[in-house]
């Protein structure tokens, strides 16, 4: 294990207080929204837990594509919170490509938490080590998770249809977490889904506890300099409507479904769209859309704008300001999306997939309009909606901020006090 040799860990090392209990975050993936979760909780804990360190263990190859946010952690508080990388031997241990990365990483997550000493741990993204906790090593600490996908109470969601494998994957999922929650080393489950925490409450015994985590932003001004800068780099043209779809561009963001909608709009509605696709396009997915593309702007009507890179947190909100509409028209998507978040914040309506929890979240809090995303008509019926009507008319602004402001970084930093001193 890295500890001693990995200069990372010996720089930040250094600069600890020892006397400090601390407690460990682990994170084995690299893209998303996951960089942005690892700034936003040591933000939050530099400025609200003085009494406990915590120590962010990630993998090289996050070190290496987000370095601007493992140096900007570790000068944070150097004394209380500090970013640690996996040695690239063990992160090879947990690439996406290998058969047994969930247990390489819960192996090593309980050897860290144990070098550590750690008081207690959290595990980032949990959805994928319930089997090894249940069958792998004991944990040497009270363990959390954090658990992004519940799929087991979507029955109780308006227009759900599941298919039988459905039926099957929410049974597993469901078995899973209730053995999960009885074991001796589980602290805190925490989950997104305010649904899913009170299904579980109702259905499954538990002697963890069981919590909603407020899925945090970093609240800044933008200046209107800034924006018209990124309107014009971007090429928008004047008197269109913008629409972003925002993320990286992969199958179950639907660009193809999406771009297929573009085409079946009606001219009218063709001339005044720009849509505006940012994030690196997935290689799946990324023929078919460069081709769909070129086809869309030689008809000259509408305006199709690709920005194929990866997109940084900190710009992140700089789209969804300049946006007249976000999309959330992902395809049968599970779990919670921070872009409805980013949208209420920016007081802007989204098109959204009726599917699921993201559909019910929409609905409930007037966020913008639902469609089908599998239906091709009924997809381009919402996109002409959106780009036709005024956005007023599309959604509730003062709801859509309201339901934002659940989730702001205050709120956060309450969640992990209450964690930390439990």
Request: proline share 4%; aromatic share 8%.
């Amino acid at each position: 294990m890295g500890i001693a040799g990995n200069s990372e860990m010996t720089d930040s090392t250094s600069q600890c207080d020892a006397n400090l209990p601390r407690v460990l975050a682990f994170e084995m993936q690299t893209g998303g929204h996951h960089p942005s979760y690892i700034r936003n909780f040591a933000m939050q804990w530099a400025e609200k837990i003085q009494e406990h360190g915590i120590d962010f263990l990630v993998t090289k190859q996050f070190q290496e594509r987000h370095d601007s946010v493992f140096e900007l952690v570790n000068e944070l508080a150097p004394q209380r919170i500090r970013m640690l990388a996996l040695t690239k031997e063990e992160s090879h241990q947990v690439r996406v490509e290998s058969k047994f990365r969930e247990f390489a990483g819960w192996k090593l997550f309980c050897s860290y938490a144990e070098s550590l000493r750690s008081s207690k741990a959290m595990l980032m993204y949990s959805d994928h080590f319930q089997l090894p906790m249940l069958v792998g090593r004991s944990a040497p600490c009270p363990v959390s998770c954090i658990y992004f996908r519940p799929t087991f109470h979507y029955g109780q969601l308006r227009d759900y249809r599941p298919t039988w494998k459905q039926r099957i994957a929410a049974w597993r999922k469901k078995w899973m977490l209730g053995r999960l929650l009885k074991l001796k080393c589980m602290d805190t489950l925490y989950c997104l889904d305010p649904l899913a925490i009170d299904y579980i409450g109702e259905h499954l015994p538990t002697k963890a506890k069981v919590r909603q985590l407020p899925d945090s932003f970093v609240q800044a001004p933008i200046p209107a300099k800034r924006l018209k800068e990124l309107r014009s780099n971007l090429g928008i043209e004047e008197g269109r409507k913008v629409v972003l779809l925002l993320g990286i561009l992969d199958l179950r963001k639907g660009p193809e479904q999406l771009l297929q909608a573009v085409d079946s709009l009606d001219e009218a509605s063709k001339r005044k769209l720009c849509l505006v696709m940012a994030g690196k396009l997935d290689e799946k997915v990324e023929s078919s859309v460069l081709a769909a593309i070129e086809r869309l702007q030689a008809q000259q009507s509408s305006q199709i704008v690709l920005h194929n890179e990866y997109i940084t947190d900190t710009s992140v909100q700089d789209y969804y300001e300049l946006a007249d509409i976000a999309l959330t028209t992902y395809q049968r998507h599970m779990g919670m999306s921070s872009a409805l978040i980013r949208a209420g914040l920016a007081g802007k309506p989204v098109l959204s997939s009726s599917y699921g929890l993201m559909g019910e979240i929409v609905r409930r809090h007037q966020l913008g309009i639902q469609i089908d995303t599998t239906d091709p008509n009924e997809f381009s019926e919402g996109l002409s909606k959106v780009i036709n009507e005024d956005s007023g008319e599309l959604f509730d602004a003062s709801e859509a901020l309201s339901f934002a402001e659940t989730h702001s970084p205050d709120a956060l930093g309450r969640t992990l006090q209450d964690w930390v001193e439990s």
